[in-house]
């Protein structure tokens, strides 16, 4: 990410050029300022996939997953990849009559699709699994919007991939980090998910970057790579956990 940086900074003399009113050489430095903008989206993109590359994932699991995500992001300054920041995005966009006391059907999913569509090229994803609705599955009366949340999550890890979760995250990062100057060289992110949900999620985390933990905060199970058995959630027990995957990273 430094290097890239270096790069940014080296184009903004080119991007910052003064054009005077009748200089002969107006249209050459035109040119060059039209040409380091383009390099500079270049680069700003590769600053976002160094970003993914470079995220550090936990993913919290169990009754106390929301807790845990809470203290992390407050208390440790990790970034919230959560599904539910994308499916919100989603779900927020349509029509409550479409889904709300009514049973799961193909209208609200093509309506949803469509918007996923809008998201996706935000992110650069120009291709991509379409949705896919299982009657069987997803025949669910919806009594409200986190309801529709719930089915969209599924969706999306089923038929897309929960890959796009990380890249939702690192989209939603990067510009940030950019602002700051940030260097690395981790980018930590956490993910709430349901438990059954994690393996799979986790499986396609593991495609984008190496570094994904799961945690477990549920004190009646020992699961994952780190499991909280205490009954008291805290900074401190987080920070242990936080700790030995630091030392895992070196």
Known sequence: ????????????????????????????????????????????????????????????TGPRALSAKDILVTEFGMNDGSPSTLTKKISSKIDTSLYLNKTMHNSAIDVASNIMDGLAKEMDIWSY??????????????????????????????????????????????????????????????MVVREEKAA?????LNKVTRNVFHINTDPKKKIGDFSITSKKLDNESLEKILTQIKQSLT
Request: hydrophobic share 45%.
């Open 129 to 190: 699994p379409a949705f896919y609705y299982d009657s069987r599955k997803h025949n669910i009366h919806l009594n409200s919007e986190e309801d529709l949340q719930t089915i969209l999550e599924d969706i999306l890890l089923e038929s897309v991939g929960g890959e796009v979760f990380a890249i939702h995250a690192g989209n939603n990062i990067y510009s940030s980090l950019l602002d700051a100057s940030f260097e690395g060289p981790v980018v930590p992110v956490v």
């Open 1 to 60: 990410m430094r290097n890239i940086l270096a790069k940014i900074k080296d184009k903004q003399p080119y991007i910052n050029l003064e054009i005077k009113e009748g200089d002969p050489t107006s249209r050459t430095k035109l040119g060059m300022v039209a040409q380091a903008k383009l390099e500079v989206e270049a680069l700003k993109r590769d600053y976002r996939d160094a970003v993914l590359r470079s995220m550090v994932i936990l993913v919290a």
């Open 200 to 204: 799979k999620l986790i499986a396609d």
